[in-house]
Each structure stands twice: as C-alpha cells, then as structure tokens.
T-cell receptor, first 118, second 113 residues
Framework: DGGITQSPKYLFRKEGQNVTLSCEQN?????MYWYRQDPGQGLRLIYY???????QKGDIAEGYSVSREKKESFPLTVTSAQKNPTAFYLC?????????????????FGPGTRLTVL | ELKVEQNPLFLSMQEGKNYTIYCNYS?????LYWYRQDPGKSLESLFV?????AVKQEGRLMASLDTKARLSTLHITAAVHDLSATYFC?????????????FGKGTKLSVIP
C-alpha cells in the first residue's frame, strides 16, 4: 500500500529536551511538508522540501529543524528552543508541477503525531 | 501574504437541510483543495479544483471554484450525521519556484438528527 507513515503516534517531551518526529512516504513524491495544528485551528507550515538535501522555512520554523537525506524521509526535530510545542503535527507529501506548470494532485497527509510537553 | 478565510467557522445544521461553506482567498491561484478532518484524525482529501469554473461532486458534497472572484464554495445537500467533521479549504500558490498550501481555519460542521 502506498502512503505516508508517521511515528510515534503520541510523544511526550520533558522541558529542555529535543525530540524527533518521523515521516516516511512511499508515494515517490518529490515534495514533503511539516505542519502544526493547534486545537480549533487550521494548519500552519513549519518546513518544506522539494528535493533531497534542500528545504525551506515555512511560517513558523523557529524552534524546529529538519533534514532530507532521502527522498522517502523527512524527519522533524522539535528543539528545546520551541517554547510551546504541544500540538498535533502532520506530515504531507505531494508531486511537483509537470512541464505544463500544473499540479494535478493534492497533498497527502500522514496520520499525525500528537506531542505533549510534560 | 496570502490570506484564506472560511465562513462560517462553526455550523450546526439539522439533518436533511442544505447549506454552503465559503472560502475566500487574497491572491491569484487556479488551484484549490478541500479536506475533511474527523476529531483526532488526519486530513482526508475531498476535492481538487484546478481551474476557473471547476465543479466537483461526491455524494452530498459539491465544490466549485471561481478564480475571478477568488471564491470557492462547498455545498452540502440533505445533510446526514456522517458529514459531521471539520472542513478545510487550502489554496495552492507558487513563489520563486516553491509550491505551498495555505489553509483556512476550518469550518466545524455538526449535523443534528
């Protein structure tokens, strides 16, 4: 089955601790994204990557870091510099526009990781 | 900065009734997506709208896109309880070769028997 997997499903972090959230996709998508969702809110973009070994900051990148060493994997590290990390984290992937400049497919989302600070 | 506004943010409706959710956005884009989210779950893609005048229908839901008005609508026909969820619209936009989605805040729909 093709899809996106995220682990763990639930994660608890102590103050001052770094934690890493895993995201893997087997859809052969070039682009991958990390979003944060707070209760009752929409999604906000943390980081995204359109090619291996390259990534860009989104709207709320402070306190987070990412890597893209393989096409299939895009892990997110929540560092101790992120003062309010309790949230639902969603990873997504998508294809990039073809030669015609049109992207005909949506972003596909993983099941999410719920992070709680103790 | 691209802004995406959905209204209403909360919608309580009786089974069997019709209603429309609106999604307005502030920049030029020909691509808009609708997603559904159940409580505690991830996002599920509902519709992909890729051009002006696009209309897609699936069951009791129908989505349309007017790129000139920068408006998309999600129409619910004869609502049933199973449609209770939060619905998000997201606008696809490009800047300097990078492609991103900007999401609205979501519309929480409750269908009451």
């Amino acid at each position: 089955d093709g899809g996106i997997t995220q682990s763990p499903k639930y994660l608890f972090r102590k103050e001052g601790q770094n934690v890493t959230l895993s995201c893997e996709q087997n859809l052969n998508h070039d682009a991958m994204y990390w979003y944060r969702q707070d209760p009752g809110q929409g999604l906000r973009l943390i980081y995204y990557s359109q090619i291996v070994n390259d990534f860009q900051k989104g709207d709320i990148a402070e306190g987070y870091s990412v890597s893209r060493e393989k096409k299939e994997s895009f892990p997110l590290t929540v560092t101790s510099a992120q003062k309010n990390p309790t949230a639902f984290y969603l990873c997504a992937s998508s294809s990039l526009p073809g030669l015609a400049g049109l992207r005909e497919d949506t972003q596909y989302f993983g099941p999410g990781t719920r992070l709680t600070v103790l | 900065e691209l802004k995406v506004e959905q209204n209403p943010l909360f919608l309580s409706m009786q089974e069997g009734k019709n209603y429309t959710i609106y999604c307005n956005y502030s920049t030029t884009s020909d691509r808009l997506y609708w997603y559904r989210q159940d409580p505690g779950k991830s996002l599920e893609s509902l519709f992909v709208l890729l051009s002006n005048g696009a209309v897609k229908q699936e069951g009791r839901l129908m989505a349309s896109l007017d790129t000139k008005a920068r408006l998309s609508t999600l129409h619910i026909t004869a609502a049933v309880h199973d449609l209770s969820a939060t619905y998000f619209c997201a606008v696809d936009w490009e800047w300097a070769g990078s492609y991103q989605l900007t999401f609205g805040k979501g519309t929480k729909l409750s269908v009451i028997p």
